[in-house]
């Protein structure tokens, strides 16, 4: 049995200790939704964005492997879902938005968000425009990370007038989670608010730090970010980095080694007031933790902090096959076994959520 289904049933059980339903199938359905600023970000200037929605199927509901790779060889494990299954039932269900991290997708981050599904949550991820694997990288995408939030407005919009998944969403209980550029994306539509000169003076005194650097999945340096903002076609865009981009009706967060950390207000922390919880790794060199979670938790009212000694930041990457850990770098990175480092992540949202939103 694989990893992730070890992982899954074990959570199941801390679940149901706590006070949540035992595990069901997974279903999966695909949507697209329109975000303006998308067009921007990606490589063909393209308006959409794709939507994935994860949720509890019912019984007998026929799963296939979502792992990422060849069949034969993946290169990374995920777990399994049903493609366009009923839902396990008619009850309305907790939502909770989730943002991959730069250059992910969401299927990267689904052994964490499938495992929601499978206690009751309805999860819809995208793979944001212009910083995804499926498509063309871009600068713009890489740049404009407050635009990400807008991302995950526009597919509850498309979800909730879904005529099959919408029915389904009790828009009363709705968090929010996200990994890296993601846990930025999470906090943002919390009520985070960027300052693109407070970042842009961070990686210019400190031009070392790991997010000032360019990022290996696709390598942008600050100054190539920075004239791209001052451009025409991007500057009237830049101007709104520090608008309100939260999302209404965000109940709690959970940050997984949360980055960028150095591009909010701090005064816009502190004002928070949904519930926070963070994740993060304390060997991480990526996102340090003391500019980044870290920092973030020191002035969020209230905020939760885990630091899980020794980990670095992919090991919150989907599993990583034998192939993969001879020949993806991102997986050559790793410093612990994955497995125990899902698990507290899996844990400690699960409990999270329950207890700001309810059981599912």
Known sequence: MRITKLLAMATAVLCLASGAEAESPVGERHLEAVNPTAALRDAEHRATVRVTVWYPAAEGSVERSIDIGPPSQPLFYVGAAAPDAAFADTRRRPVILFSHGYGGSARMMAWFTTVLAQQGYVVIAVDHPGNNSLDKMTVAGSAMFWDRAGDLQAALDKAAVDPVIGAHMDLKRLGVAGYATGGFTALAAAGAR???????????????????????????????????????????????????????????????????????????????????????????????????????????????????????????????????????????????????????????????????????
Not at 240 to 266: C, E, M, N, T
């Open 194 to 360: 960027v300052d693109l000169q407070r970042f842009q003076a961070s990686c210019a005194a400190h031009p070392h730090d790991g997010l000032c650097k360019p990022q290996p999945e696709f390598p942008v340096t600050l100054e190539q970010a920075t004239m791209a903002l001052a451009a025409p076609d991007l500057a009237a865009e830049a101007a709104h980095a520090g608008d309100d981009h939260s999302i209404r009706g965000v109940r709690a967060v959970f940050a997984i080694a949360p980055a960028l950390v150095q591009a909010f207000d701090p005064a816009s922390l502190s004002a928070m007031g949904a519930p926070v919880a963070i994740i993060l790794g304390g060997a991480d060199p990526v996102a340090p933790p003391n500019i980044n979670g870290g920092a973030a938790a020191r002035v969020i009212p209230r905020a939760q902090l885990k630091a899980l000694p020794g980990v670095g930041h992919y090991d919150f990457l989907s599993t990583c096959s034998p192939k993969a850990l001879n020949t993806e770098p991102l997986c050559q990175s790793l410093q612990t076994p994955q497995g125990p480092t899902h698990f507290e992540a899996l844990q400690m949202a699960l409990i999270m959520f329950g207890r700001t939103m309810g059981p599912p």
